[in-house]
Structures are given as C-alpha cells and as structure tokens.
C-alpha cells in the first residue's frame, strides 16, 4: 500500500483545500492520472498519482484544507495486486469489467470541470450541461471539448440550451427571488477571498499617493510603440516602464522588497515583482523574476508572456512563486485613484492609475501634461511614512525622466 500525500504547490505554499475528488475508492487510476483538484493560496492544480493501481482509502473530505506532506489518501499499486493468488486475480477482473460496464452510466463526475475544459467551453460558448463526457465518471475531458469544436457541432449544442426550460438549469433557491442567480463561491475566487482577509486581519495597512508627470514617457511610448510591436511581436505598454521604475528603486531601497514569515521580517535578495492578471472571474498573480536585471524589452516579454498563459489557463506553480512586491495596473480599468491590499506575505503593493491629461501650472504657465497617479499600500508595523516616500519620491524621479534620450537602448 502506497500514500499519496499533499504536494507543495509552491515555494510558500504551506497548505492546501481539496476542492474535489475526481475518484473514489475502488477505482483503478494509471500512473499520472489527476486524482483530486486543490485550491491553494497561489494556484488551482490537479493531483497525479504517481503509482498505477486501486484507490483504497481516501482519508481528506472535499473542502477540507490540510497541510503540505499530509496523506489524503493510500493506493493499492499493481505491483502489490500480482502477488495475489490465481483465484483472487479472477474475481478482480471481473470486477474490472463490472466496473466497466457500470462506468459507462455512472455520472457522478459530469459537473467537476477542470480550469481547461471550463476556458475552453465559455471560450466557444459550449454549455457543458449538454456535453456527454467520456471521462471517468461522466467527467467532460478537455478532449471532449476539443472534438466539439472541430465537429461543428457547437450551433446544435446553442440551440438545445436556448430549448432547455429555464427552471431546470437554474433551479430556484429558498434564499433567491425570481430572477435571481445563485453563484457559488468556489475555486480562484474562495483563495483570493481567504487571503485577502488574513491580509486585512494580521496587517495594519497605511496608504501614500503621489502624483507624476510621465508627459515625456508617453511621447517616446507613441512614438516607438508601433515599430517595437512589429519588430518584436509584443506590445510595448506603459506598465511596462513602471514595472522598470519600480525594480530599480526596490534595489536602492532594499527594506521594500522584505516578506513577512512566522513573525520575522525576511529581506530578500532578489527583485521578483508580482503582476495581477485577470481571466474571466479569476484573477492570477505571477512574477517576473529578477526585474531589476532586465531591459525594457525583456519585461514587455515577460508582461506579455505571463499574461498570455494565465489567460490560456497555462500558468504553473512556478510561474506564481517567489513574488517579492507587487504592482498592480488599476489604470487598465480607467481607475484615477485606489487602496489596494497587501498580497500576503508581502509588504507593501502599488497601484498604477490611469494617465489622464490635465492642466498643470509650470512656470507659472499653465500647460496640458500627462499625469498619473500612484498609490502605495503598506505594512505600517514595518513600514513607515518617511521610507516610503523616499522609496516613491524615487520611483517618480525616475518616471519623470524617462525619455527619448534616457530610454534610447530597449
């Protein structure tokens, strides 16, 4: 009998909430099928067994949140199966093919969508309710879908939603009035919800704003930004060059980039700025590593890279891990001024507004510049007033001179 226990799903990842099972016991699993969904504080991954054989005792309940290294469940491997006798090897092919047989109506697994099948589905606008799944289970394969969609069949499956009586795919509840839709919070959304409270509840947070003339910047990003994207085969955005602001004044101030861990304070050594990605409902926070030592060319890759597969669902515990400080692109949403929260263990996270063109007094002239704001949410035990607005006198010094001439080399 072999265990399969938790995995660390990342380099902080310290516990994790089995979302469901996607077996039971009694079933026979093949080397790296996924056995359970988990929802952690930095991803939602799939667990593999890594023996092939029976599953015999699942020890974790679905919800239930366990530590890294703990068992959830013991696998009879079919190694340990050939040692039986002759007659018992009979009676458990035959009940293979009991199994087998009963498989083909059991659809205990249908609505159990993986982050894949489910991106894929609203992607084509599939309604999985109507989709017939050869999984285990009933479960709706990524194969499934895929075959949907080179069919054609995507229109017959619209058309049979649209016939479907609206009761019974939204079945009303006691709590809900008509028309309401009740929307369970599960999954990416239950994680953020989880660890944004611990971040409200342990850390006295403190906020900053100041204001920054980037009229300089914005002129050279429109004047490059179409060559670049033609050349390199991404886009060139503003948020780019924060990102570079940011790294560079995070390495002239070193108690910026610190984590929080079982009540010590931990500098770290490098600069690994946190970004929030949005996918549908879900948001996803994935780092670019060492951003100090990059070029402006080689964060617009990252940004674009890392964007492109969480919206794919592609991103990997790796790609979430190790975030020192994060910057967070309000101003994508036309967003002027905010108070984010602190992306536990962190310390300290920046909002990036919009850039709005105002009137601004220079020289005792008015003139129309390109301003933007930016607001700094801190850890107030660690962080106080006068770092942090040397930390931001510093990144808006920067900003301000970015131009054609400083920026000449990508």
Not at 148 to 155: D, L, M
Not at 226 to 250: P, S, W
Request: charged share 25%; proline share 3%; net charge negative.
């Amino acid at each position: 009998m072999e265990k399969i226990t938790m995995p660390q799903l990342g380099e902080s990842v310290v516990e994790g909430t089995i979302n469901s099972w996607l077996v039971k016991e009694g079933d026979h699993v093949n080397q790296y099928d996924p056995i359970a969904d988990v929802m952690t504080d930095k991803v939602n991954a799939e667990i593999p067994t890594f023996f092939s054989g029976v599953i015999k005792n699942i020890l974790i309940q679905e919800g239930e949140t366990i530590q890294v290294g703990e068992v959830i469940c013991y696998i009879e491997t079919d190694d340990q199966s050939t040692e039986e006798n002759d007659s018992e090897k009979i009676t458990g092919e035959q009940t293979v093919q009991q199994t087998d047989g009963q498989a083909h109506n059991d659809k205990s697994m249908k609505k159990r969508y993986s982050p894949a099948v489910l991106k894929m589905s609203q992607d084509h606008n599939i309604d999985l309710e109507l989709v017939d799944g050869t999984g285990r289970g009933g479960r709706i394969t990524r194969k499934d879908i895929e075959q949907i969609i080179e069919s054609g069949k995507i229109s017959t499956i619209k058309e049979e939603s649209k016939a479907l009586d609206r009761e019974e795919l939204f079945p009303q509840q006691p709590s809900t009035a008509e028309g309401d839709i009740e929307i369970p919070f599960k999954g990416v959304r239950k994680v953020i919800a989880d660890n944004m409270v611990k971040s409200k509840e342990e850390i006295p947070h403190a906020w900053m704003t100041i204001e920054v003339d980037v009229t300089d910047l914005v002129n050279y990003r429109n004047k490059v930004k179409d060559e670049f994207k033609q050349r390199e085969g991404f886009n060139l955005t503003y948020f780019t060059f924060f990102i570079k602001a940011v790294a560079q004044a995070l390495k002239e101030y070193p108690l910026m980039n610190c984590t929080w861990s079982d009540g010590k304070l931990i500098q770290r050594k490098d600069i690994n700025v946190s970004i929030a990605v949005a996918k549908e409902n879900e948001l996803f926070v994935p780092v670019i590593k060492h951003a100090d030592e990059k070029s402006i060319k080689g964060i617009a890759k990252d940004i674009s890279y890392l964007a492109q597969k969480a919206r794919t669902g592609k991103l990997n515990p790796e790609d979430m891990q190790g975030g020192t400080f994060t910057v967070n692109n309000t101003g994508y949403f036309g967003s002027i001024h905010s108070m984010g929260v602190i992306n536990y263990p962190q310390i300290a996270i920046l909002q990036v507004e919009s850039i709005v063109k105002r009137p601004v007094i220079i020289n005792d002239m008015f003139a129309a510049r390109d301003m933007i704001n930016l607001s700094l949410s801190l850890d107030h035990r660690i962080l106080d007033g006068l770092i942090c607005g040397r930390f931001l006198a510093r990144v808006k010094e920067i900003l301000e001179n970015m131009n054609e001439q400083t920026l000449s080399a990508f």
